[in-house]
C-alpha cells in the first residue's frame, strides 16, 4: 500500500524559513517522479516544485530562488526547503509521487500540511 506522509508545516512570518518533508512507503521511490503541490483558499492545486526520477529539478517562477525541492532516495523521503517565505505561500502544501508504466499513470497524494505566513 503507498503511502506519503508530510511533515513541517506551520505559522511562520514573512522572511522567515520552513522545511516539508515527505515520507514515501509502498513505493519504488527512486523510479517515480516527486513533487510538491499546494492549495490555497479558493484556488485550484498548482505544481510548485518537481523532481523526476533522473535527478532533475524544476519550479513555478514564483518560487524559483526561495524553494529547493531535494531527496533522500535511501530514506524514501522528499524534502521542500522554503526560505524568504511570502504571504502568498500560505497553502496546503501536498506530496505527490508519479509514474507513467506502459501508458498507465500512477498517482499518489499525501494528506497535505498547512504553511501559513502572516505577521
Known amino acids: 500500500q503507498v503511502r506519503l506522509v508530510e511533515s513541517g508545516g506551520g505559522l511562520v512570518q514573512p522572511g522567515g524559513s520552513l522545511r516539508l518533508s515527505c515520507a514515501a512507503s509502498g513505493v519504488a521511490f527512486g523510479t517515480y517522479a516527486m513533487s510538491w503541490y499546494r492549495q490555497a483558499p479558493g484556488k485550484e492545486r498548482e505544481l510548485v516544485a518537481a523532481?523526476?526520477?533522473?535527478?532533475?529539478?524544476n519550479y513555478i517562477d514564483s518560487v524559483k530562488g526561495r524553494f529547493t525541492i531535494s531527496r533522500d532516495i535511501a530514506n524514501y523521503r522528499v524534502y521542500l526547503q522554503m526560505n524568504s517565505l511570502k504571504p502568498e505561500d500560505t497553502a496546503v502544501y501536498y506530496c505527490?509521487?508519479?509514474?507513467?508504466?506502459?501508458?498507465?499513470?500512477?498517482?499518489?497524494w499525501g494528506q497535505g500540511t498547512q504553511v501559513t505566513v502572516s505577521s
Open positions: 505527490n509521487a508519479r509514474r507513467v508504466v506502459v501508458g498507465t499513470r500512477y498517482d499518489y
Open positions: 523532481i523526476t526520477s533522473g535527478g532533475f529539478t
